[in-house]
C-alpha cells in the first residue's frame, strides 16, 4: 500500500466507514432480537457511546450547532475525558448560534466560532 499521506488518510476514512457499517449492522440485530425495551435502550446507548468513541483517536473537534446530535457527542466526548474542540459557524447573533452557546456553556465545552 501506499504510504503518502493522502493515502493514509483515504485508508483509515474506508476503515472508519467499515467500523460505522458494523456498527449500524449490529444495531440493528440486537435491536432484531432484544426481548425488552430496556435491553434495546441499553444496546443503543453503548452502540452510540462505542461509535462516538471509536472515532476519537486524537484531540476531538466537534462542528458544533447546540442541536441533539453534536450535543450528545459531544457530551459523551466530554464524559470520557476527551474534552472535545466544538466549533460553530454562522452569523453572530443567529438563533443557532446563540443556542450553541448557551448548550457549550451548560456543558462547559471548550467552544468557539
Known amino acids: 500500500m501506499c504510504s503518502a499521506p493522502c493515502c493514509k488518510k483515504l485508508s483509515s476514512a474506508l476503515e472508519s466507514e467499515s467500523r460505522w457499517k458494523q456498527y449500524v449492522e449490529d444495531i440493528i440485530q440486537k435491536v432484531n432480537t432484544s426481548r ?3 435491553d434495546t435502550r441499553s444496546d443503543l446507548r453503548d ?3 462505542n461509535s462516538v468513541l471509536s472515532f476519537s483517536r486524537h484531540k476531538p473537534v466537534v ?3 447546540g442541536g441533539i446530535d453534536s450535543t450528545l457527542i459531544s457530551f459523551i466526548l466530554k464524559k470520557y475525558n476527551l474534552n472535545p474542540v466544538c466549533i460553530a459557524v454562522g452569523f453572530v447573533e443567529a438563533e443557532d448560534i446563540k443556542w450553541a452557546r448557551r448548550v457549550a456553556e451548560t456543558l462547559d465545552l471548550d467552544y468557539h466560532e
Open 36 to 38: 425488552t425495551y430496556e
Open 47 to 49: 452502540a452510540i457511546i
Open 63 to 65: 462542528a458544533f450547532s
